[in-house]
């Protein structure tokens, strides 16, 4: 078996040590002659597995008991009508910062249940840049700022939070997600798809502030569709082999370093990286410097006739999941928590060879 340098934006990348753990009790789960898939929600044995992963997540990102952690399911997108259905209602106004495909979806669906500003956009820009705080134009009032802490597609990533003047951050973090340490006191709400960098696609992690939640909406939400219907209790089947897969994640993650583990090698990857394609003007970066993504490092040839020969040759050596997004072209390496160093070393040495 070869394992392939995996540079997938997502599904992604997952930690070997979790793969071949789930692989080995796959068929007998905790002693019970079943598979963890085939296991009743609420029996002893998954009931472990979410208290686990919650209790893990707790520690791992210093959540107080002030904040409740839901695991839902319909991935971000869901969030993206969820969010405005709980919290922003006709005669509401919500801040959106527009930086990429995904902001520009949840906005779509945030306009359908109240007043939506957008604080800043860099569309005109193709996307290239993050704003900085003194760039927002913001709503005193507003229910909630949102942003998407990094632009999978696009290869931009906030440095630190927005400045909000108090005002409740809702983040779409689905692709930075537990790739650092995050100021949880400025969050409202954090939702984050588990399949870019937390396990596989099906699982929806939601945190939300308790006093945020008690802001919500009381009337006119579907059951399934208010959060509250979540909170402290199993309504529905969880998407239960995504939690476990969580689960083992986060323990890989705390067995590890924590966060600033993960910090610290997400960074060292990403200056490999970008330093091959700033060495000289063979290789170019699409974005902006200081917005520079540590999850999704975008760029592209200078000759870009060259772009297919690229990625045959990548794809030859092992390298996969290097093309760029349609709407950027050129080349994206996701480079999520699980990727390891040396699968970002053997790129920068055959964009090295390439060159050459
Ligand atoms: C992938 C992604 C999404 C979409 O996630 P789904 O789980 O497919 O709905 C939304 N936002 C960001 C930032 C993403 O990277």
């Known amino acids: 078996m ?43 044995e998954y009931v472990e597995v979410d208290r686990q992963a919650q209790e893990r997540l707790k520690r791992i990102l210093g959540l107080g008991e002030d ?30 910062i527009n930086t990429g495909t995904w902001s520009k979806k949840a906005i ?20 290239s840049r993050v704003p900085e705080s003194s760039e927002l134009k913001l709503t005193p009032e507003a229910e909630y700022v949102h942003f998407t802490s990094n632009n999978t597609i696009f290869g931009t990533q906030f440095r630190k939070e927005p400045e909000t003047n108090g005002v409740p951050l809702v983040c779409d973090a689905s692709s930075d997600f537990l790739s650092r340490p995050l100021d949880v006191s400025r969050y409202g709400l954090i ?56 689960n083992k994640v986060l323990a890989w993650i705390e067995a590890n370093g924590g966060l600033a583990a993960m910090e610290a090698r997400n960074a060292a990857k990403a200056k490999l990286l970008y330093d091959e394609i700033d060495a000289d003007d063979f290789y170019m970066g699409t974005t902006e410097a200081a917005s520079r993504s540590h999850m999704n490092v975008t760029f592209r040839l200078k000759d870009e006739s060259l772009t297919k020969t690229f990625l045959a040759e990548a794809e030859s050596r092992n390298l996969k999941g290097l093309k760029g997004h ?13 990727c390891e160093p040396e699968s970002v070393e053997a790129l920068t040495a055959f964009m090295k060879e390439f060159r050459r």
């Open 2 to 44: 070869t394992r392939a340098h995996n540079f997938s934006a997502g599904p992604a990348v997952l930690p070997l040590e979790v793969l071949k753990e789930a692989q080995q009790e796959f068929l007998d789960f905790a002693g019970s002659g079943s598979s963890v898939i085939e296991l009743s929600h609420r029996g002893p």
């Open 67 to 96: 904040f409740e952690i839901l695991f839902l399911q319909g991935g971000a997108s869901h969030q993206f009508m969820m969010v405005p259905f709980n919290f922003l209602g006709t005669s509401q106004t919500a801040d959106y």
């Open 108 to 127: 779509k669906e945030a306009k359908l249940f109240g007043r939506v500003n957008v604080a800043y956009s860099s569309e005109e820009l193709n996307f």
């Open 191 to 246: 939702y984050a798809g588990a399949q870019k960098n937390a396990g596989p696609a099906g699982l929806t992690i939601v945190i939300v502030r308790k006093d945020f939640l008690a802001k919500g909406k009381k009337e006119g939400i579907p059951t399934i569709l208010n959060y509250n219907t979540h909170v402290g209790t199993m309504f529905n089947t969880p998407p239960v082999f995504g939690v476990y897969m969580f």
């Open 326 to 338: 349609r709407s950027v072209g050129g080349f994206r390496a996701s480079i999520y928590n699980a």
